[in-house]
């Protein structure tokens, strides 16, 4: 290869490219998307109602700093809107985050099976990746502490984390905050905490109210099902935000996200409508695939793993590919090391029903 033409950072050409969710199958099956944890329910109607309305005003430049969406968030959440910054999905966050804390020297932490974003986003700074090891595909506190080194800058923490579906009960995260130097940032990455129904569980706004060093980072793409449109928020330390205020697009956030973004979080029953919809499926699926005899990870998200293991590490492709032909789209998880298991959406009443039929299909045929 030519080393004349122009060359990128150290460490970007390293990075593997994140691999979304399949979204085709086979003409003319009913497909079922069960590979991105979107919501089976759709956005609120209020939301889709809004994002038509700004069609008749796309010449103007959006509210560079989406003033309407920080205060509604603020007032649902009891927030200082102040201490608020939108992005064009957490992604956005956390790669500015990344930017503004990491470079060439620099680690930051992150867990066996975490969310692929952050590898990505520590690589494109140049700085080093340092995975800490799993306890039963749950983040460990001690485990993330034991990696900590004098050049750590970053710990990112997904909780509860994608695609394990586990959780970090709050006094945890508490003693991990604990463990950590004053000017080590902590980003706590609560994409599923809506769905959440634990009493030990907290997204981490009392943290980031208390300390200097923690940020939360949550997403309208989940629960709000507004993923197309790609929006997501930071709460976090005044002297953060400025940072990110400062290096991010000045209109980072378009006006079609801001406007279905408030009316989303204003409309609270349909949100309870979906964590219902959630826990009710959530368990259903939990007990059929204990019934058919297939171990799942407890879940406290949206999604939920299924383990398929065998010898030869054949079994969880084959029904893949058996599901796909029958319309049913689910994540592979080679690259997060999770070779043997598939990661599953809830879905709706026929996709999670049609589902579980077409497994125990599988596993009729090939036990
Ligand atoms: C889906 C997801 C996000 C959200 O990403 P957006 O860029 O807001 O769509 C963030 N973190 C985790 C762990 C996720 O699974």
Redesign the pocket.
């Known amino acids: 290869m030519s080393e004349q033409h122009p060359q990128p950072q150290p460490g970007i050409l390293g990075i593997a490219m994140y691999v979304p969710g399949k979204s085709k199958g086979p003409e003319g099956v009913t497909l079922h998307k069960l590979s991105?944890?979107e919501t089976p329910l759709g956005p609120s109607d209020a939301a889709k109602l809004a994002y038509g309305e700004v069609s008749e005003t796309l010449e103007f430049y959006p509210d560079g700093s989406a003033t309407d969406l920080r205060a509604a968030i603020a007032e649902r959440y009891g927030l200082s809107a102040e201490r608020i910054v939108c992005g064009?999905?957490?992604?956005?966050l956390?790669s500015l985050v990344a930017q503004a804390y990491l470079g060439p020297g620099d680690e930051a932490i992150y867990t066996t099976h975490g969310?692929l974003?952050y590898p990505i986003a520590i690589a494109a700074n140049g700085a080093t990746a340092v995975v800490a090891e799993e306890d039963d595909l749950t983040a460990s506190v001690d485990a993330i502490l034991a990696c900590v080194s004098p050049r750590t800058r970053v710990v990112f923490l997904?909780n509860p984390?994608?695609p394990t579906g586990t959780y970090v009960p709050i006094d945890e995260v508490r003693r991990l905050h604990a463990g950590l130097a004053a000017d080590v940032l902590l980003v706590l990455?609560a994409?599923?905490a809506e769905y959440v129904r634990r009493n030990d569980y907290e997204a981490g706004i009392e943290l980031v109210s208390q300390f200097d060093n923690v940020v939360m980072?949550r997403?309208?793409?989940?629960i709000f099902g507004l993923?197309a449109l790609?929006?997501?928020w930071m709460y976090g330390p005044e002297h953060v935000v400025g940072v990110l205020n400062r290096i991010r697009g000045p209109f980072n956030v378009n006006a079609a996200a801001i406007a279905a973004g408030v009316a989303a979080i204003n409309d609270r029953a349909h949100v309870e409508n979906s964590v219902e919809h959630n826990s009710h499926w959530l368990g259903w699926l939990e007990g059929e695939f204990a019934r058919l005899g297939l171990k799942v990870t407890p879940s406290v998200g949206n999604f939920l793993l299924v383990h398929l293991p065998d010898e030869d590490g054949k079994r969880a492709s084959e029904a893949d590919a058996f599901l796909v032909e029958r319309g049913f789209i689910l994540r592979r998880l080679d690259n997060y090391g999770l070779p043997n298991a598939l990661r599953m959406t809830v879905g709706s009443e026929a996709a999670n029903r049609g589902m579980v039929a077409a497994l125990g299909e599988f596993l009729d045929r090939k036990g």
């Open positions: 991105s944890n064009a999905g957490s992604d956005e956390l969310f974003v997904a984390n994608n990455d994409a599923y980072m997403t309208f793409s989940k993923a790609r929006l997501g």
